[in-house]
T-cell receptor
Framework: DAGVIQSPRHEVTEMGQEVTLRCKPISGHNSLFWYRQTMMRGLELLIYFNNNVPIDDSGMPEDRFSAKMPNASFSTLKIQPSEPRDSAVYFC?????????????FGPGTRLTVL | DAKTTQPTSMDCAEGRAANLPCNHSTISGNEYVYWYRQIHSQGPQYIIHGLKNNETNEMASLIITEDRKSSTLILPHATLRDTAVYYCIVRGNAGNMLTFGGGTRLMVKP
């Protein structure tokens, strides 16, 4: 398995532009998580899905952020309009519960820079 | 989920055992201890988890005290590639979220 796949790996955009980050979870995993990491705030959970349904989006900073999971193999995180303070590394993770093992597998991240 | 306390940073000599402590004095009976690490410029990586008993896998060993208020992650023979930030996380098995604190920055030196 290729693991969790994220694209793009790097994104540089200007303030006000729309940004879409993409994630392909590990096949067979039924939960998907979006995290954001900055030096100031560390690693924060933004939103997670179970069986393609958003369960908790309390970590989404504001209405400019939205996430979708149209099917079990694809999710997007969209920022519209983007602002410089959105600059961060965004990680996607997926999980499949099996017995007592409940581990999340993280993708390589997308480094977003908003100028 | 219970809060954890870890030292900010630690050094370890290459080839020696790295012992990373974690305090979780408010842990409740159904909460597990999970360890993840994040190597520079990569996503976090699962290492090991446990409830009461000590656990060992190909990456590390996890020692949990009898009162479960603290634990130690042991990397038996640290290599330079083990240089990373190590996160200790406590959460119930029914929970969904991992709450990452500051972690311990482990520097393995030649």
């Amino acid at each position: 398995d290729a693991g969790v796949i994220q694209s793009p790996r790097h994104e540089v955009t200007e303030m006000g532009q729309e940004v879409t980050l993409r994630c392909k979870p590990i096949s067979g995993h039924n939960s998907l998580f979006w995290y954001r990491q900055t030096m100031m705030r560390g690693l924060e959970l933004l939103i997670y899905f179970n069986n393609n349904v958003p369960i908790d989006d309390s970590g989404m900073p504001e209405d400019r952020f939205s996430a979708k999971m149209p099917n079990a193999s694809f999710s997007t995180l969209k920022i519209q309009p983007s602002e410089p303070r959105d600059s961060a590394v965004y990680f996607c993770a997926s999980r499949s519960r099996s017995g007592s093992t409940d581990t999340q597998y993280f993708g390589p991240g997308t480094r977003l820079t908003v100028l | 989920d219970a809060k954890t306390t870890q030292p900010t940073s630690m050094d370890c000599a290459e080839g020696r055992a790295a012992n990373l402590p974690c305090n979780h004095s408010t842990i409740s009976g159904n909460e597990y201890v999970y360890w993840y690490r994040q190597i520079h410029s990569q996503g976090p990586q699962y290492i090991i988890h446990g409830l009461k008993n000590n656990e060992t896998n190909e990456m590390a060993s996890l020692i949990i005290t009898e009162d479960r208020k603290s634990s130690t992650l042991i990397l038996p023979h640290a290599t330079l590639r083990d240089t990373a930030v190590y996160y200790c996380i406590v959460r119930g098995n029914a929970g969904n979220m991992l709450t990452f604190g500051g972690g311990t920055r482990l520097m393995v030196k030649p």
